[in-house]
T-cell receptor
Framework: DQQVKQNSPSLSVQEGRISILNCDYT??????FLWYKKYPAEGPTFLIS?????DKNEDGRFTVFLNKSAKHLSLHIVPSQPGDSAVYFC???????FGAGTRLTVKP | GAVVSQHPSRVICKSGTSVKIECRSL??????MFWYRQFPKKSLMLMAT?????????EQGVEKDKFLINHASLTLSTLTVTSAHPEDSSFYIC??????????????FGPGTRLTVL
């Protein structure tokens, strides 16, 4: 039972534009969400997190939005840079399971 | 941030042999460690969760006799792939988490181990 889902396997954006990565979850008891970035043949690195008591958390070019009623979170990257090209995973801290990941490609 | 290491980074073995992968938290005490497997172009699949000093909890479909996990100390967990077969070839990643409320109270990932079984 996949409680964290990323339904878009890939996303391609132009450098300088906004990248929006989406994640849905099913368990309303989840209270902490994280985004990780992963390059090939490396372990994931923590990017940004959000607690369920907030609806937005911002860190530089990265902003995560949480819509609890819709059980949906999104990661916004603006402006996107070619170095952002990677696979992005969302996870719920309670569960330690990851969504399927979205491969972001930022074109120069 | 906290540092997690894995050893070896890459291993090639013959079918039927056993391979041990180590995961160490270098600057914090990892009360919980996780083992993941990643297939090409697929997500990270959680294999098992281990708490220091107790038996690992395996996810459904993961053979506990095939993938032996030992979390003997607060800084070391090992995954042993027993009687490895070519289908066990994969990228194995560990992560470690410190006590609740500590600075390491989130998952920190190791760099991964590429296992190739011939």
């Amino acid at each position: 039972d996949q409680q964290v889902k990323q339904n878009s396997p890939s996303l391609s954006v132009q450098e300088g534009r906004i990248s929006i990565l989406n994640c849905d979850y099913t368990n309303s008891m989840f209270d902490y969400f994280l985004w990780y970035k992963k390059y090939p043949a490396e372990g994931p690195t923590f990017l940004i997190s959000i607690s369920s008591i907030k609806d937005k958390n911002e860190d530089g070019r990265f902003t995560v939005f949480l819509n609890k009623s819709a059980k949906h979170l999104s990661l916004h990257i603006v402006p996107s840079q070619p170095g952002d090209s990677a696979v992005y995973f969302c996870a719920a801290n309670n569960d330690m399971r990851f969504g399927a990941g979205t491969r972001l490609t930022v074109k120069p | 941030g906290a540092v997690v290491s894995q050893h070896p980074s890459r291993v090639i073995c013959k079918s039927g042999t056993s391979v041990k992968i180590e995961c160490r938290s270098l600057d914090f005490q990892a009360t919980t460690m996780f083992w993941y497997r990643q297939f090409p172009k697929k997500s990270l699949m959680l294999m098992a969760t281990s708490n220091e000093g107790s038996k690992a909890t395996y996810e459904q479909g993961v053979e506990k006799d095939k993938f032996l996990i030992n979390h003997a100390s607060l800084t070391l967990s090992t995954l042993t792939v027993t009687s490895a077969h070519p289908e066990d070839s994969s990228f194995y990643i560990c992560s470690a988490k410190g006590p609740s409320g500590s600075r390491a109270d989130t998952q920190y990932f190791g760099p991964g181990t590429r296992l190739t079984v011939l």
